[in-house]
């Protein structure tokens, strides 16, 4: 039966209840009013790629372990020495192979995908223009992150960056270039 009591005392519970969540999901006022540094932000940046290189370079180990499939049709991955026999796959003219995966060996992109974006030379500068697109680098996003944050740009990453690259003002100077 219905007990109006009960019923208040419930919604009281579930009020309270709500109220504490709140506060725990709510950003303190003392991390409000603290920014950070520069040299905080340089050291988090550089922590941040460290994190993201080592993550990269564990999978490698892990992939050469235990095999990683992936097909070559559509984007499934298959971990395990032998890809699966499912017929599963419904790629592009998946009809003519009756659905079946094109299992090949991984690489650790197809793990983990990076994600590339332009690197910007100066943050603060003028925006990239459409037509200078050829002398902009690309980086991975995490890398281009990091190395705005302040992090030291990658060895690795230097030459997809075209750190060398000098960038012509405008397109008429650039057809000069070229």
């Known amino acids: ?28 006022q003392q991390s409000n009013n603290k920014l950070l540094s520069s040299e905080e932000i340089q050291n988090l940046a ?26 070559g049709y559509c984007p499934e991955v298959h971990v395990g020495p032998f890809g699966h026999r499912a017929r599963l796959c419904v790629a592009y003219k998946h009809q003519q192979r009756d659905g079946r995966h094109g299992w090949q060996a991984a690489t650790i992109d197809d793990l983990i995908p990076p994600k590339y974006v332009w690197h910007v030379p100066d943050p603060h500068g003028s925006p990239l223009r459409n037509e200078l697109r050829r002398f902009y680098g690309q980086a991975p996003a995490v890398v281009e992150l990091c190395v705005q944050a302040g992090a030291a740009t990658p060895e690795e990453y230097k030459p997809m960056m075209r750190l060398d690259t000098a960038i012509p003002d405008s397109f008429q100077e650039a057809g000069k270039v070229a």
């Open 46 to 71: 550089e922590q941040t790629y460290q994190a993201w290189n080592t993550m990269r370079q564990g999978t490698r180990k892990l992939m050469r372990k235990y095999g990683v499939k992936v097909c």
């Open 1 to 28: 039966m219905f007990d109006p009591n009960e019923d208040e005392a419930i919604f009281d519970m579930k009020k309270t209840e709500s109220n504490e969540l709140l506060k725990f999901y709510e950003p303190s």
